[in-house]
């Protein structure tokens, strides 16, 4: 499997650390309790308490990952006052969160796959009910199986 090309082959004549995107994303969410934040916000969560409750995590854990979380750019902070109450903040997902949910879904498909027996539950279509899937696809709108997937630098796309 030659999965690095042209220039990036050469493994010796550079290094990914610290520029690494893969490695920018697990400084962000690499925690267990970040990811299922994500998760239980994706569901709707998004009351401070709910997500302590719903993770469970402490109150200072789930203060710093959803700061984290916020900091990040995946999920935003909107103010709201229960009715003599004061105000506080509730926490919704960002476009950039929702783009992110993909990652979490292939989490989830691997773990049905790999981690003993699967549970019941099944991504879906919404609309029609059919069962859905987490897919790497190319441009051109071909499914991309692991063995075919290719790291390069970006150029101009070969025909």
Known sequence: MNVLQGTLADRD???????????????????KSAILIMREAYYGTTRFEEF????????????????????????SRRPYREPGQRS???????????DFMPVVWAMFEWGQRHLGKPTPLQLAHKDCGAPATVAIRCADGHD???EEL??????????
């Open 52 to 75: 302590c409750r719903r993770v469970g995590i402490t109150k200072a854990a789930a203060s710093a990952r959803l700061s984290d979380l916020v900091d990040a750019g995946l999920l």
């Open 150 to 159: 290719a790291v390069r630098l970006a150029r101009s796309r070969p025909r």
């Open 13 to 31: 004549a550079w290094t990914a650390v610290g520029v690494c995107k893969i490695e920018k994303t697990m400084e962000l969410v690499g925690t």
């Open 88 to 98: 506080r903040d509730e926490y919704v997902l960002t476009d950039a969160g929702r």
């Open 144 to 146: 991309v199986p692991a």
